[in-house]
């Protein structure tokens, strides 16, 4: 059974960190797409960052809304069948339910990937 459990979510103040990470188990996840998206109450989903396979090469691409790039950063470790997200500079509009997702090939920055966590919730007060 495939799941993605997300973890590290919290309450922070203003400009302070936190780093999200997202386990995958029940299978190898090396060569799937993985992303992060963020929802608040009343709104839709939306894409936050997204990681994707190598394949073979000495990088792994890397996607970001322009709400977050230059403050959060999306890693992988395949060994360890996780997913990060480092959260820097945080502001209260970061404050929301964000979930991690996996597929084989979704675009990065779409919705349509196949595995989804249940979220955890990151709230940034002011």
């Known amino acids: 059974q495939v799941q993605l459990v997300e973890s590290g979510g919290g309450l922070v103040q203003t400009g302070g960190s936190l780093r999200l990470s997202c386990a995958a188990s029940?299978?190898?996840?090396?060569?799937?797409?993985m992303g992060w998206f963020r929802q608040v109450p009343g709104k839709e989903r939306e894409f936050v960052a997204a990681?994707?396979?190598?394949?073979?090469?000495?990088?792994?691409?890397?996607f970001y809304a322009d709400s977050v790039r230059g403050r959060f950063t999306i890693s992988r470790d395949n060994a360890k069948n996780t997913m990060y997200l480092q959260m820097n500079s945080l502001k209260p509009e970061d404050t929301a339910v964000y979930y991690c997702?996996?597929?084989?090939?979704?675009?990065?920055?779409?919705?349509?990937?196949?595995?989804w966590g249940r979220g955890t919730q990151v709230t940034v007060s002011s």
């Open positions: 997702a996996a597929d084989p090939r979704a675009d990065p920055r779409g919705s349509a990937y196949q595995y």
């Open positions: 990681i994707n396979w190598s394949g073979g090469a000495a990088f792994y691409p890397t």
């Open positions: 029940g299978r190898t996840f090396s060569n799937y797409v």
